[in-house]
């Protein structure tokens, strides 16, 4: 027999899916989070077993009819399949995203930093001392720069190749960055300062031999989402450096747990990015392309990945609607 505390009990339960389905049917399954869809899903195999206990106990006619009504709104809900995961990975990417880079970018904004110090500093000291960039550059890219040749050129004869190479290359220099992030944060502020060291001796390099169009040129494209996927993977690194060194009110682990989560969404976000920069920069950027169109495309992807970040996400429909409770079902009997 079922009892009137067991039903007090599991109703909150069912009137919590009663409140995501009200949401999902008036405001659309994109008004859930990625985190309410999980929970709705979980909820609906929860209450189709509390509708076979009721159904066991014929006093409970009134419950059973409220749950097969409940459970048949669900269904099509958790069951559709590849169009849920679809919607749930737009949303993620047009709203929850941008939302998550906001709230990070002070991380992101310290690898910033870190990176154009070493920028600066590697820029100086080829500015200052022509050893040093043969010391870092090597012999063989040095001797391009003296020759006013681009090290690029080899890139065109393989364009397909080199571009996966160059999406897999950059995706790892993404993930070390990250990952650094469990060393304290060392692992990622040393590949931050070193790349950014690398880019302002290659720069002032360039510089000198009055390369610096055709450096430039060759980055625009490309670099307008490589350089900050590179920040935005290092600011993950740093916001889980920062759940381990400091985990505050939370336990340690708790403190990780929490960071590491956070860090491997805003890492995700990265991947298109990458994407799409390795296909520019095996394709368009070593390219004889005209340099106004190179620079006028890394604007434009600049520019959308500015507005994607800074805007999207703002008004979307945050809290859902007010559901009324579900009166108290009674336990006829």
Known sequence: MISNRWI???????????????????????????????????????????LSAVRA??????QEEYLNQLLARAHNRVYSGKKLESRRILRFFAVEYPRLFRRLFPWVAAALLVFLVGGALGALLTFRSPAF??????PKMVSSIEHHQMWTQSIVT?????????????????????????????????LLFLNGMLMGVIGMACAQARMSLDLWSFVAAHGALELPSIFISGGAGLRLASGLLFPGIYSRR?????????????????????????????????????????????????????LWLTYRGRRANEAGPTASPAPLLPNTR
């Open 8 to 50: 007090e009990q599991r109703q909150a339960l069912w009137q919590r899916l009663d409140f995501l389905l009200h949401q999902a049917e008036t405001s659309g399954l994109r008004s859930l989070s990625s985190d309410e869809v999980r929970e709705l899903g979980l909820l609906y195999r929860q209450i189709a077993q509390d």
């Open 57 to 62: 106990d014929r006093g409970s006619r009134t």
């Open 133 to 138: 960039m043969r010391l870092l550059l090597g």
């Open 158 to 190: 393989i364009k397909p190749q080199a571009s996966s190479a160059i999406m897999t290359n950059n995706i790892s220099v993404c993930f070390v960055a990250f990952a650094g992030g469990i060393t304290a944060g060392l692992e990622t502020l040393e």
């Open 254 to 306: 708790d403190s990780l747990r929490r960071a590491a989560g956070e860090s491997i969404r805003l890492l995700a976000g990265t991947v298109p990015l990458l994407i799409i920069a390795g296909t520019f920069e095996g394709f368009l950027s070593p390219s004889g392309a005209p340099v106004a169109i190179k620079f006028l495309i890394g604007a434009v992807l600049l520019l959308a990945l500015s």
